[in-house]
């Protein structure tokens, strides 16, 4: 009996983590998957069925600041193949190389699965990555986040949950938007402020502290 309930709770990692930090902050099963993934999904999810690839499980945890070991949430072959590109290609953006990022993120755009929102999400993300690093024109590359964004559907509203992608995109936008000029100072801040308060409240001490100094470098940057 010890070794049964030991290995459900190996196979249900996600699920377990998911149901207990969403009762922990008081968020509905709905606010969580918004944009993502359907309710049922995640219904399912914590009572550990999985039927969903490693990007969508990724996603989900992140609205909540939490994390798992990668290859816990793998689904299939094909999951592994597209997860591989994706973490070289984050790699790739932490070591701020991009001599051959365009041949990665191409092989990623023809791998992965044009139907999945979030897949597509990530290209765009890592795209705006590479174009911020060749500094296009800014405009251009407000209209990719914003296209980014509406992949889950993320608006600012009021109480919206981020994942570490839409969070960084925000991020960017309001910096791009400050350069432009076409965002006040002090909306700027407020919504700074917003996303502070955000990472404070949901982040991990691990993850909160490189996007706290993220967020604390645009304040600085909104009022030069």
């Known amino acids: 009996m ?3 309930k030991e290995e459900y709770i190996e196979q249900n990692t996600v699920g ?3 149901k207990y930090y969403r009762e922990k902050y008081g968020l509905k099963q709905s606010e969580i998957c918004e944009g993502i993934c359907s309710r049922l999904i995640v219904t399912r999810l914590e009572a550990g069925v999985r039927e969903v690839d490693s990007l969508t499980c990724e996603t989900l945890l992140s ?3 939490q994390e798992v070991n990668q290859f816990e949430i793998m689904l299939d072959d094909k999951d592994y193949e597209n997860w591989i590109l994706r973490d070289k290609l984050l790699k790739l953006i932490k070591e701020e190389s991009y001599k051959n990022y365009e041949k990665v993120l191409e092989l990623y755009q023809n791998q992965m699965n044009k139907e999945n929102r979030l897949q597509y999400q990530f290209y765009l ?3 705006i990555k ?4 060749r500094n296009d024109q800014r405009e251009s590359i407000v209209d990719d986040i914003e296209k980014a964004l509406l992949c889950t559907g ?5 109480g919206k949950l981020y994942s570490k992608i839409e969070l960084e995109l925000s991020l960017i936008k309001i910096a ?17 402020l917003k996303i502070l308060e955000y990472v404070d409240k949901y982040y991990a001490k691990n993850q909160r502290q490189k996007l706290e100094q993220m967020i604390f470098e645009e304040l600085v940057n909104a009022w030069e």
């Open 154 to 158: 993320h608006v600012e509203e009021k």
């Open 2 to 4: 010890g070794n049964e």
């Open 16 to 18: 377990l983590i998911m």
């Open 130 to 133: 590479y174009r911020l690093n």
């Open 176 to 192: 791009l938007l400050r350069q432009m000029e076409r965002i006040e100072v002090k909306d700027a801040e407020h919504k700074l």
């Open 63 to 65: 609205r909540i600041g």
């Open 125 to 127: 993300y890592c795209r």
